[in-house]
């Protein structure tokens, strides 16, 4: 009958370390070959004087040994099992091979059934976390007063050290209050910056933060455009879009240390306006359809309120588009400048529709001629 070879350690009572050895598996024996160079001869052992075991701590190996074990096998392969029961056939070792074997198969699909639903555990509570992960961020935000975020968007301000002086500051501050003022009750003390930044963008932080870049006011043909965009960051404000983006790129366990935490405190705004500030970079937070839409409604009231023309907002977002595919941005700039603006607030044909039909809701309330 042929035989199988196997790799084993090798346990002698009388030796401090065991050695790699290969084990040939026979029909009445098996012999452990002797090592290359060596001048012992090969170590053999009937199967009427073997007896066989699962070792390890997770009963995931087989030791072999005489009756007087003075040394021992050590398999990591279970397949050794169904080798001695096949070739000690007829023997009390084959029986027991046998049914160790049949154990080591039931373990090894217990474990895979184990493994099985662990993984499933993991697919689960992570698809719970993700579906519910809209509410915990929803949590984290009511959970914010806006007296905490106000600080918070002085925080921010301060460290980017953006312009509240000079004429594009002026400019930004001159429209901003005007709108402001038409605001019914804000929980916000509104700050208005300028930024040297040349790409076209105004974006808002928490807090009443809105920063206008550079690029933008050389862009805007007239301040109807610039209240345009400047109404529609205010609404991301009030409805505290931007709190939310912010949060929503920071991770659960920060927003779980702020959902649990106590009551509000310099530590935690220090705390809160670096994770915000970490989070992602204001300039670049999107929003989802929902807010732009409600962003683009109130901003369009409020432009309305305050003596500016609606209409801009959209001409201005449409000049940007067919600049963009020209290759140029406006005010004369030579090359293509990125828009950071039409990335992260596209103006889609169904926004256009939605503005266009709020501008003519608001004027027909107020006995103004509509749109043509």
Not at 20 to 26: D, F, L, P, T
Not at 34 to 62: F, H, I, M, T, W
Not at 112 to 126: E, G, M, R
Not at 337 to 365: C, F, G, N, W
């Amino acid at each position: 009958m042929a035989s199988a070879l196997f790799d084993a350690r090798l346990y002698r009572k009388d030796a401090a370390e065991p050695v790699s050895v290969k084990v040939q598996i026979e029909s009445h024996r098996l012999r452990v070959l002797p090592q290359p160079d060596s001048l012992e001869p090969a170590l053999e052992l009937d199967y009427g004087r073997a007896q066989v075991e699962l070792a390890g701590q997770d009963k995931n190996r087989v030791k072999v040994q005489p009756l007087d074990a003075s040394y021992a096998l050590i398999f990591q392969e279970r397949e050794v099992l169904a080798s001695l029961a096949l070739y000690a056939k007829g023997t009390a070792l084959a029986k027991q091979a046998d049914l160790l074997y049949q154990k080591a198969g039931l373990q090894k699909r217990g474990e895979k059934i184990y493994w099985t639903k662990v993984a499933l555990a993991v697919v689960l509570i992570s698809l719970i976390g993700y579906l519910s992960f809209g509410a915990i961020v929803d949590a984290t935000v009511e959970r914010v007063d806006p007296s905490m975020e106000g600080k918070i968007g002085e925080f921010i301000a301060n460290v980017n050290k953006w312009q509240d002086s000079g004429a594009d500051a002026e400019r930004v501050k001159r429209v901003g209050d005007k709108l402001v003022k038409c605001l019914d009750k804000p929980a916000y003390k509104f700050r208005f910056f300028a930024d040297q930044d040349e790409r076209v963008n105004a974006f808002a932080c928490p807090g009443g933060i809105i920063v206008v870049n550079h690029g933008l006011l050389k862009a805007v043909d007239s301040d109807d455009e610039l209240a345009g965009v400047m109404a529609h960051e205010l609404g991301h404000v009030v409805h505290r879009d931007s709190l939310r983006a912010a949060v929503h790129n920071m991770g659960m366990a920060s927003l779980l240390a702020i959902v649990f935490g106590g009551a509000a405190s310099d530590e935690r705004v220090l705390a809160l306006a670096n994770m915000v500030k970490l989070g992602e970079k204001l300039e670049s937070l999107s929003f989802s359809r929902k807010q732009e839409t409600l962003a683009d409604l109130s901003g369009v009231a409020l432009t309305m309120k305050a003596g500016y023309k609606p209409e801009a907002f959209i001409t201005f977002f449409q000049k940007l588009e067919k600049d963009e595919k020209n290759g140029a941005v406006p005010g004369g700039e030579s090359g293509k400048l990125a828009m950071s603006l039409l990335s992260t607030h596209p103006m889609t044909s169904d926004r256009i529709a939605a503005i266009r039909s709020e501008i003519e809701r608001l004027q027909k309330e107020a006995g103004r001629p509509g749109l043509h």
